[in-house]
Nanobody, 128 residues
């Protein structure tokens, strides 16, 4: 049974850090494209980061230099390190698996419709 479970969210002050984890079961994260999305109330779901099968990483412009994603191979998980959190970052953060492995090892689709399995999300709040 394919499952994704996120954890690590919380409340931090502006400039603070969090480390989110997405633990997978039922498949191997090393063989799949995994993305982090976020969704704030009243806003569309947007891709924050993605790691391709070949470990190429992608970030939306607003988080470049602040967020880092990677695989925790021993845990069959993907993490998202959030540094220097800003007032525009609060949202529910969700991880997702791309629908099927792509032959291009650098491929990482942007839109939610390309992903089939989703976690339940973890809440990130930035407040002083």
């Amino acid at each position: 049974q394919v499952q994704l479970v996120e954890s690590g969210g919380g409340v931090v002050q502006p400039g603070g850090s969090l480390r989110l984890s997405c633990v997978a079961s039922g498949f191997n994260v090393e063989e799949n494209i995994i993305a982090w999305f976020r969704q704030a109330p009243g806003r569309e779901r947007e891709r924050v980061s993605c790691i391709s099968r070949g470990d190429v990483t992608y970030y939306r412009d607003s988080v470049k230099g602040r967020f880092t994603t990677g695989r925790d191979k021993g845990e069959n998980a993907v993490y998202l390190q959030l540094n220097n959190l800003k007032p525009e970052d609060p949202a529910t953060y969700l991880c997702a698996r791309e629908i099927e492995p792509h032959p291009n090892e650098a491929y990482c689709p942007t839109f939610p419709s390309f992903y089939d399995f989703w976690g339940q999300g973890t809440q990130v709040t930035v407040s002083s």
